[in-house]
């Protein structure tokens, strides 16, 4: 079980807009800082959708959005599309140069 | 092109060693922190290590003691040394490159697939 807690699924219809959390439990011990996201379509590598938190990489859609509150960091995809049907990752910058992953969310587009 | 490619996974029995490497282009590995990052079959992904530009390396919890993380500038590689290897260390293992500018990790490899069963 990661400490980084992540729903297992979630699913909408292609235009509508879904959003997907990452909260830190209480077995997570550290700073839950620095926050990036992570698209993984199925055998693939993981490709960098959000960084610090809020920021989008160069070249990745204006549909996708990063937050943060407190203990709890949000992903959320706004017009959805079919191709965004992947599993994705919260990963968090724990201090003394570790990081960790959340479990992942699957992502349907019904 | 910015790349990355891991070579070096395979069947290896437990308590056995394996010599992960992934060759990069297009950047040099000796001023990114690069990683390893392990998914395990229908599981999420770990991170396992990594080496700073300076040279300071850092471990995983789960692998400290049994997986040591290098590179090789000349060759512009990073390696994962991998020791005392056990079933639970089946996995695809990925290379990841660190951009400080982004504090994250921005380039991945395609994976080598280990495999530890007897």
């Known amino acids: 079980q990661s400490a980084l807690t992540q729903p297992a699924s979630v699913s909408g219809s292609p235009g509508q807009s879904i959003t997907i959390s990452c909260t830190a439990t209480?077995?997570?011990?550290?700073?839950?800082?620095?926050v990036s996201w992570y698209q993984q379509h199925p055998g693939k590598a993981p490709k960098l959708i959000i960084y610090e938190d809020t920021r989008r990489p160069s070249g990745v859609s204006y549909r996708f959005s990063g937050s943060k509150s407190g203990n709890t960091a949000s992903l959320t995809i706004s017009g959805l599309q079919a191709e965004d049907e992947a599993d994705y990752y919260c990963?968090?910058?724990?201090?003394?140069?570790?990081?960790?992953f959340g479990g992942g969310t699957k992502l349907t587009v019904l | 092109e910015v790349q990355l490619v891991e070579s070096g996974g395979g069947l290896i029995q437990p308590g056995g060693s394996l010599r992960l490497s992934c060759s990069a282009s297009g950047f040099s590995v000796s001023i990114y922190y690069m990683n390893w990052v392990r998914q395990a079959p229908g599981k999420g992904l770990e991170w396992l290590s990594v080496?700073?530009?300076?040279?300071?390396?850092y471990h995983a919890d789960s692998v400290g003691g049994r997986f040591t993380i290098s590179r090789d500038n000349s060759k512009n590689t990073l390696n994962l040394q991998m020791n005392s290897l056990r079933a639970e260390d089946t996995a695809m293992y990925y290379c990841a490159r660190g951009s400080p500018g982004l504090q994250a990790f921005d380039i991945w490899g395609q994976g080598t697939m280990v495999t530890v069963s007897s």
């Open positions: 080496i700073y530009s300076g040279g300071s390396t």
């Open positions: 990963c968090s910058y724990v201090g003394s140069s570790s990081w960790v």
């Open positions: 209480s077995s997570y011990v550290g700073s839950f800082d620095l």
